[in-house]
């Protein structure tokens, strides 16, 4: 653009002096054009002098425009060779590094986004370590145990007992248990559910479920309660509701202490219906709300006791799955220390073809 004004503005002062000094004659010689073929000859040269200024114009224009395009796309490429060498150092892991933000609004956009795409990937790198670490715990304190375990059998210090054979089962189950969360996030990163659907009582498997972990929480001491609005059907696969539901009702009984309270909440709302599973727990940052459904994401890195700590997956894999039925999932809290609510909103299922019929016929 400033090039092209650059060009237009030596053209339109080249028009000028044209207009101003192609005359061959001076104008008190006008006078003297008495003939045709005065007029004539002196149009010829009117043209001759006007070609002239025009090519020297057309010459000065590209010069300008060649020395204008020179100058101002090296003051742009300048800031534009910065951004590509921040971007190929972001590229070979150096996520710490803040680039300078241009002048350019265009380019200080692409700059700020740039240094925000290394922030995140520098989380994600240092989640990514974390992992690493805790999967090496999670996988060296079964193998560990299993092979004291063994080794002792073999050198006669242990007698091989079904308590052995229990201990042994508990442990190959925690690796069971990872392998599965592992396997889950592969398919959440894909999207590739084999879903069952089907039309169900999410209010029957809700209860199904708490009572399964009811015996969970009064063993740590929390008041796990449920309130629903009678039957609610939906169509979804009832195997993976239900896993989203414990997941739930799991992290719920990992974030509250001893003495706290887990309320579960089913509601229907036109064509939603909402499951809501709040904690009086440790709660949530405001920042924190959207980063712990990422993979691998523990806001508050911890082991239970009872082994329940988790991989940093197991939220990821459930919105995966909320999404995969047409709903989601998303939490809520007032802060840390102040407890947190995660709904799971899922599509009603339709009246069955029967009841549509008898509504027609009641109209």
Not at 76 to 105: F, K, T, V
Not at 209 to 216: G, H
Not at 309 to 317: M, Q, R
Not at 347 to 357: D, F, I, K, N, V
Request: proline fraction near 6%; hydrophobic fraction near 40%.
């Amino acid at each position: 653009m400033l090039s092209y004004a650059l060009v237009v503005a030596v053209d339109v002062l080249v028009f000028a002096l044209t207009g101003h000094f192609a005359s061959p004659l001076a104008s008190s010689h006008l006078p003297r054009l008495a003939t045709v073929a005065d007029v004539e000859a002196y149009n010829r040269s009117l043209d001759a002098s006007l070609l002239s200024m025009l090519l020297i114009g057309a010459g000065i224009s590209l010069a300008v425009g060649a020395v204008a395009a020179v100058v101002i796309t090296k003051w742009l490429m300048e800031p534009l060779n910065r951004l590509r060498s921040s971007a190929r150092r972001l590229s070979q892991g150096h996520y710490g590094e803040q680039i300078p933000l241009p002048e350019a609004p265009e380019l200080t956009e692409l700059a700020t986004e740039l240094n925000r795409l290394a922030a995140r990937l520098a989380d994600v790198e240092t989640r990514r370590a974390r992992l690493v670490s805790d999967l090496g715990h999670e996988l060296r304190t079964p193998l560990t145990i299993i092979e004291g375990q063994l080794v002792g059998v073999a050198d006669g210090v242990y007698e091989f007992s079904d308590e052995l054979l229990a201990s042994v089962r508990e442990e190959l189950d925690r690796l069971r248990r990872l392998t599965e969360d592992l396997s889950g996030l592969s398919r959440a990163e894909e999207n590739a559910y084999d879903l069952k659907p089907d039309r169900f009582d999410v209010a029957a498997l809700l209860a199904r479920v708490t009572e399964r972990l009811r015996p969970q929480f009064d063993h740590r001491g929390i008041e796990l309660t449920t309130t629903t609005a009678g039957p609610t059907p939906v169509g979804a696969d009832p195997d993976r509701i239900g896993q989203i539901m414990a997941n739930l009702l799991v992290n719920a009984l990992a974030a509250t202490g001893a003495g706290g309270h887990v309320a579960v909440t089913l509601r229907r709302t036109g064509t939603e219906v909402t499951v809501a599973v709040t904690d009086t727990g440790r709660g949530i940052a405001a920042a924190d709300l959207e980063r712990i459904f990422d993979r691998f994401e523990r806001v508050a890195p911890h082991r239970e006791p009872t082994g329940a700590g988790g991989s940093g997956i197991g939220l990821t894999i459930a919105r995966s799955l909320a999404r995969a039925h047409g709903g989601d999932l998303f939490a809520s809290s007032p802060g840390p220390g102040r407890g947190a609510t995660f709904t799971l909103s899922l599509p009603a299922a339709p009246p069955p073809p029967a009841t549509r019929t008898q509504e027609r016929s009641r109209r």
